[in-house]
């Protein structure tokens, strides 16, 4: 399933509006200015995924009914058979595919990460929660504020996500698992 990136700002205002959320009490409980956040709400600034967790939870939605528009269903267990994520590319180089986007009141969101090689390094960014990063083919480096620690397959980090970071792939493309907490 792919997304289309364009529709997530169209959500977000729909919802905001439902909820009769004024932008500027968005943006004040995003911590960003009202024109960073009317930004997001139109589709001229993308929106970093650690936002998009946050604007969920503010309007008490899944992270999925955001990306795709449908609510998860799921309640005892969901399937997600190869390639059938949720997908969405997010960055050059880098996408990923919701793995258990179909279950309800999720703690956790677990992602696929395909990483090419870029030759500049990826933003950092920061969130809430925990994160946990396995790496499936390739090398990745994790830069975790100003440490860079490179990954192959079979190996694999837990971390503190509100701590600026980020991963690139090195000498070639790179798979990885991540389990986000929030």
């Known amino acids: 399933m792919q997304m289309d990136l364009k529709n997530i700002p169209v959500r977000i205002k729909e919802l905001r509006e439902i909820l009769e959320i004024e932008p500027q009490d968005m943006a004040n409980q995003l911590g960003v200015s009202l024109i960073n956040y009317l930004s997001f709400e139109s589709g001229e600034q993308d929106i970093p ?3 998009l967790y946050e604007i ?3 309007l008490n939605v899944e992270f999925t009914t955001l990306l795709t ?3 998860p269903k799921m309640e005892t267990y969901t399937v997600t058979r190869k390639g059938a994520g949720a997908k969405v590319e997010r960055y050059p180089g880098y996408d990923y595919a ?3 986007f179909n279950f309800k009141g999720r703690d956790m969101e ?3 990460v395909n990483l090419k090689p870029e030759d500049e ?3 950092l960014v920061a969130h809430s929660g925990q994160e946990f990063n396995y790496v499936l083919s390739g090398k990745v480096c994790v830069t975790i504020g100003r440490k860079d620690i490179v990954l192959e ?4 980090i837990y971390f503190d996500p509100q701590i600026p970071h980020g991963q690139q792939a090195v000498d070639g493309p790179a798979s990885f698992i ?4 929030e």
């Open 49 to 51: 995924i650690s936002t």
């Open 56 to 58: 969920a939870s503010i």
């Open 69 to 71: 528009g449908r609510s």
């Open 98 to 100: 919701s793995l258990c």
């Open 110 to 112: 677990p992602m696929l």
């Open 121 to 123: 390094r990826p933003s």
């Open 153 to 156: 397959e079979g190996d694999c």
């Open 178 to 181: 991540t389990v986000i907490e």
